[in-house]
């Protein structure tokens, strides 16, 4: 079956990065998008953007252009995604999702908390 | 952006009853709509794509319609189980989410 397993909770201070993973199974890792979702109580649900897993080509939405980079490892069937010069706004649980129009299958989601 | 406006904001229900979430699109986004269900610390699970397509092994009480810019969620007879958060998301240009309908029961 389909799994997206994504990688633990961090704890980051400000100004710091944090790399989350998104390890996929069940299927042919090249043969979908992987893309990234933010979940905040203040904002709800916002669309990170989002990496082809054969090419490696990524595609950010605007807002997320210079906090996020995706990355992919085909060999192990992994997806990445940094964040850089965290802030408190940053604090969400970050989701990884199979495709780009509508999202099927989900990562569990990883907490990521910012703070001195 | 597309905006997508989700109403109401909260909905208590009973057991049994027949129960309509709205979800309006700041213009036409051509029935490319879908929406989720997130129970408490879970992901969001996948209800609805392409407007009224159902997603395997959900419910047939799960409905969907709309065209243009207003689209329904309709559960036929709410179950117990059907507390959440309910999400609308639009991918007719970079996908947009509504801020969600939180079902409770009365």
């Known amino acids: 079956q389909v799994q997206l397993q994504q990688s633990g909770a961090e704890l980051a201070k400000p100004g710091s990065s944090v790399k989350i993973s998104c390890k996929a199974s069940?299927?042919?890792?090249?043969?979908?998008?992987i893309s990234w979702i933010k979940q905040t109580t203040g904002q709800g649900l916002e669309y990170i953007g989002y990496?082809?897993?054969?090419?490696?080509?990524?595609y950010y939405n605007e807002k997320f252009k210079g906090k996020a980079t995706l990355t992919v490892d085909k060999s192990s069937s992994t997806a990445f995604m940094q964040l850089s010069s965290l802030t408190p706004e940053d604090t969400a649980v970050y989701y990884c999702?199979?495709?780009?129009?509508?999202?099927?299958?989900w990562g569990q989601g990883t907490l990521v908390t910012v703070s001195s | 952006d597309i905006q997508m406006t989700q109403s109401p904001s909260l909905l208590s229900a009973s057991v049994g009853d027949r129960v309509t979430l709205s979800c309006k699109a700041s213009?036409?986004?051509?029935?490319?709509l879908n929406w989720y269900q997130q129970k408490l610390g879970e992901a969001p699970k996948l209800l609805i794509y392409?407007?009224?397509s159902l997603q395997t092994g959900i419910p047939s009480r799960f409905s969907g319609s709309g065209s243009g810019t207003d689209y329904t969620l309709t559960i036929s007879s709410l179950q117990p189980e059907d507390v959440a958060t309910y999400f609308c998301?639009?991918?007719?240009?970079?996908?947009?989410f509504g801020a969600g309908t939180k079902l409770e029961l009365k």
């Open positions: 999702a199979r495709d780009t129009n509508w999202f099927a299958y």
């Open positions: 069940g299927y042919t890792f090249t043969s979908y998008d």
């Open positions: 990496i082809n897993t054969g090419s490696g080509g990524t």
């Open positions: 213009q036409n986004i051509y029935k490319y």
């Open positions: 392409y407007t009224n």
């Open positions: 998301q639009q991918y007719n240009s970079w996908p947009t």
